[in-house]
């Protein structure tokens, strides 16, 4: 459907025609078209939508405008909204909104979502209990295969997941987890304490996000039960709550490795004002331009060697250019790896000797193609060919180790090895680069 079309026919009050499309979309597909009306139109179109799928379109919203879109309903339409929503998507929504907005709506709704939501609520942000959903199969322990599908069969439309189901005890403490497809297969009378398995992995409520991803990651699930301290089930996570979690810490990486403060809230580009773009980006470049000063004084440093090879300055951005890169590609990887647990700490010593082999290669490759691009193309000659080939070379080298061993020493430190990335690794090796680059020039020309 096209917007332009689908917004004349708002205009026109077409709404037959309008509940009609919405019939032949997907839920996703409508979130879209309704994101660029106006205020009173995307009002005007949300309330003709069926509301057995209004609460999932809402859901697809970015938070600003789910904000936007409840302040102007009616008391009514969002108290039956928050109702049709589950709680884990109800308890996103109210952590962006005011907190006089969040207790007028939990006023109007029903004891049981409004108690559900405000146990959410006093989870963490980023916490596995303030991403867990309530609404789940339970099934108790004693129940045949066939009573066990009854009460799956009665629940599915409430629930967020049924691919897994959790087996609990009288006090609800998990015991075990059983499969859709191991009721289908196995005799309807067999207890489903005989087929339900060990759930290995349980997610506790005041585990971090990261975490939570990883052992969704490193176990292939798609459902994961939570449990308090006491093992009692209190939730479940499914994956598509950890596909937001993973954009979430990839945004966030990708900010800091571009000396950028993160947008906790994922704020999209177009809606952020100039000030908080500012915000963002002005303390690390204020950091950076200050720790680049260090550079303008090894260069004043040597300004008689300077003054007496002016042709030394224009390599300069090359040497300090090619090192960053090398530096900043060590990094990356070794960020990722780290990201990956592929390696520890413990393992610096492996990752450092492994990137002094790939800088000694890079380097001197890099350094015989400079040499002789130097005296074939650029005429220079062999002494100041050789000391800014040689400088290359241990710029590469520096550059590999320092990209290498930052973001190690961080994770160590507990600290995000992001913040280690690219812009202060080059400035540490631009530094570092311009050193060697006037150390080796003053005593090869004996300046």
């Known amino acids: 459907m096209n917007f332009k079309e689908f917004e004349e026919l708002i205009h026109a009050k077409k709404y037959s025609e309008i509940k009609k499309i919405y019939s032949e979309m997907e839920e996703y597909d409508i979130s879209v078209l309704l994101s660029d009306l106006s205020e009173e139109e995307l009002k005007q179109a949300f309330r003709l939508l069926p509301k057995d799928i209004a609460a999932d379109v809402f859901t697809n919203f970015d938070n600003d405008l789910q904000v936007e879109l409840i302040k102007a309903l009616s008391t009514s339409e969002t108290k039956e909204l928050v109702e049709d929503m589950y709680t884990d998507d109800a308890a996103d929504l109210f952590e962006e909104m005011p907190s006089g907005v969040v207790s007028k709506i939990l006023a109007k709704v029903d004891k049981e979502t409004r108690d ?132 979430q810490e990839v945004s966030e990486d990708i900010s800091k490795m571009a000396a950028i403060i993160p947008d906790k809230d994922a704020t999209p580009y177009l809606k952020k004002t100039t000030w908080e773009l500012y915000k963002s980006r002005m303390p690390w470049l204020l950091i950076l331009m200050i720790s680049s000063l260090f550079t303008g004084t090894i260069i004043t440093s040597y300004e008689s060697a300077l003054a007496s090879y002016v042709i030394l300055t224009s390599f300069i951005p090359m040497i300090m250019d090619t090192g960053g890169n090398a530096g900043s590609q ?78 190690m020493l961080a994770a160590k430190l507990k600290l995000d090895p992001a913040v280690m990335a690219s812009p202060l690794i080059t400035t540490i090796v631009d530094a570092s680069s311009l050193v060697i680059y006037f150390k080796i020039a003053c005593t090869a020309l004996g300046i």
């Open 116 to 247: 559900e939501i405000n146990a959410l609520l006093k989870y963490p942000k980023n916490s596995a209990g303030s991403l867990m959903a309530v609404e789940y199969v339970d099934l108790k322990k004693g129940l045949t295969i066939k009573e066990s599908i009854d009460r799956i069969r009665k629940q599915a439309e409430d629930v967020v997941a049924i691919d897994n189901c959790f087996v609990v005890d009288k006090k609800r403490k998990l015991l075990g987890s059983v499969s859709i497809k191991d009721l289908l297969v196995n005799n309807p009378y067999k207890l489903i304490d005989d087929i339900m398995e060990e759930v290995a992995h349980p997610i506790y409520t005041l585990m971090d996000q990261e975490e939570v991803a990883k052992i969704f990651q490193d176990y292939d699930c798609t459902t994961l039960p939570v449990v308090d301290s006491e093992g009692l089930l209190v939730g479940v996570i499914t994956i598509d709550d950890v596909l937001d979690i993973l954009e």
């Open 330 to 407: 060590a990094s990356v990887t070794i960020i990722r790896a780290l990201s990956l647990d592929e390696i520890e700490f413990k393992d610096l010593f492996k990752v450092i000797w492994k990137e002094i082999r790939v800088a000694c290669i890079c380097g001197i490759t890099l350094g015989i193609c400079n040499f002789f691009r130097l005296i074939l193309i650029n005429n220079i000659a062999v002494n100041i060919s050789l000391i800014v080939s040689s400088t290359l070379i241990l710029t590469i080298f520096i550059a590999k180790i320092i990209g290498s061993f930052l973001p």
